[in-house]
Nanobody
Framework: QVQLVESGGGLVQTGGSLRLSCVAS????????MGWYRQVPGNQRELVAT???????NYAASVKGRFTISRENAKNTVYLQMNSLKPEDTAVYYC?????????WGQGTQVTVSS
């Protein structure tokens, strides 16, 4: 029904920037119900940023002011612009879409921030 494909991860130095992309394919969903999460091995997956409506979004306290979630409806794509990256931002980043009363996840993209 729905497939999500992330891209844009990589290795960056402290203070650098990356932009992650998540392309959604399928039908019957809204980009308003998409968000970004991240996970470090041994830890639970945590919320990074998510849309809470057409023009509203929510951010984890640790990334507020540094990360920005945005979308391009014509391309069914959600972005995560990450600036001023820190070593503690190192994780696998996943996009999530809620549709059909369930959650869909992408395969994840690795972000590594070197000190």
């Amino acid at each position: 029904q729905v497939q999500l494909v992330e891209s844009g991860g990589g290795l960056v130095q402290t203070g650098g920037s990356l932009r992650l992309s998540c392309v959604a394919s399928g039908s019957g969903f809204s980009l308003n119900r998409m968000g970004w999460y991240r996970q470090v091995p041994g830890n639970q997956r945590e919320l990074v940023a998510t849309f809470t409506g057409t023009a509203t979004s929510n951010y984890a306290a640790s990334v507020k002011g540094r990360f920005t979630i945005s979308r391009e409806n014509a391309k069914n794509t959600v972005y995560l612009q990450m600036n001023s990256l820190k070593p503690e931002d190192t994780a696998v980043y996943y996009c999530k879409l809620t549709a059909y009363e369930r959650s869909f996840w992408g395969q994840g993209t690795q972000v590594t921030v070197s000190s």
